[in-house]
């Protein structure tokens, strides 16, 4: 009986072993370096690891590149994995401008550049989608293949349809009263997104929220954080002037939260994109790293070894 338990116990810590670890962590596996990048005119914090083929994870609004610690840690098994905070976000600088997609696409070159990778696979979520979008229309022959997750794209697709949702009243929510009115209340603004975006919001848990409330309470976040979504319009001009001559040729992966965004992440990139891939994240909101890692891992893990 004794053996019998032993070997139970020790199947089930394997299979934990196994499982990606909690987001909640924030922190990268052992060996990953951290260094922040002169890129494109701002400085860009960056974490990367791994050996083989070159991933860049690109985070969304309400989180930073710290969201992706459980992807990360499974992909460095057998990628060069590569995670940046987006410009104004985290503790990448603060600049007074160029939060248009466009021009953040040139920070993801910028850094793949400084670190010596040519082509890479780009995963993206939320605002993250908005600058891989841009990432594949200017430098499509950096880019093997695209991970779409959980939001839309600027003028793409059902576009207009999508900005009637009154959950999204905060695309237009911003200016110098609105960054007062938030100001020392990161958390409970931060909340609502967080709960309501969420099929679950228990599992987006507290030390997550704290962590990433006080990094978005950093001098300069919040109004970076206003500015990315009012640069929306320039981006939906930037997004209809290419697909006016061309579209994404390269495979991409559509992921929607089972209970958030679901197949209608791939109606957006149908709309831009000739080999769409659809998928659905089970059990999860938006916020699909905090609310089901294991899957989206799968998910993602699976469409880049094709």
Not at 61 to 66: Q, V
Not at 82 to 90: E, F, H, K, Q
Not at 215 to 237: E, K, N, R, T, V
Request: glycine residues 10%; charged residues 20%; hydrophobic residues 45%.
């Amino acid at each position: 009986m004794r053996t019998i338990i032993t070997c139970l116990l020790a199947s089930l810590m394997a299979a934990l072993a196994a499982l990606p670890a909690s987001a909640q962590t924030f922190d990268f596996p052992a060996g990953f370096a951290v260094q922040d990048i002169a890129a494109n005119g701002v400085t860009i914090h960056v974490r990367s690891g791994g050996s083989g083929p070159a991933v860049v994870l690109l985070h969304g609004y309400g989180e930073t590149g710290d969201m992706w610690v459980p992807m990360a840690a499974d992909l460095a098994r057998d990628h060069t994995v590569i995670v940046p905070d987006l410009r104004g976000l985290g503790l990448s600088s603060k600049p007074p401008g160029g939060f248009d997609k466009k021009t953040q696409a040139g920070d993801v070159a910028a850094v793949m550049t400084a670190l010596g990778i040519e082509r890479a696979d780009v995963v993206a979520h939320d605002i993250g989608n908005m600058v891989a979008f841009q990432f594949a229309a200017q430098y499509p022959q950096r880019l093997r293949r695209l991970v779409m997750i959980d939001a839309p794209v600027p003028g793409v697709g059902p576009w207009e349809e999508i900005l009637k949702n009154p959950l999204l009243w905060h695309f237009r929510f911003g200016g110098p009263d609105m960054e007062r009115l938030v100001a020392g209340r990161e958390r409970i603004y931060l909340d609502r997104f967080w709960n309501e975006f969420s099929a679950s919001p228990d599992r987006f848990g507290v030390a997550a929220r704290v962590h990433y409330a006080r990094l978005y309470a950093l001098p300069g976040a919040m109004h970076s954080g206003f500015a990315q979504f009012a640069a929306f319009d320039q981006d939906a001009i930037d997004n209809r002037a290419y697909l006016a001559h061309d579209r994404l040729k390269m495979p991409v992966l559509a992921l929607g939260g089972q209970k958030s965004f679901g197949g209608t992440m791939a109606v957006v990139m149908r709309a831009a994109a000739d080999d769409v891939t659809e998928g659905i994240v089970p059990d999860s909101g938006h916020w699909i790293m905090e609310e089901n890692p294991g899957a989206t891992t799968r998910l993602v893990r699976g469409f880049l070894a094709r």
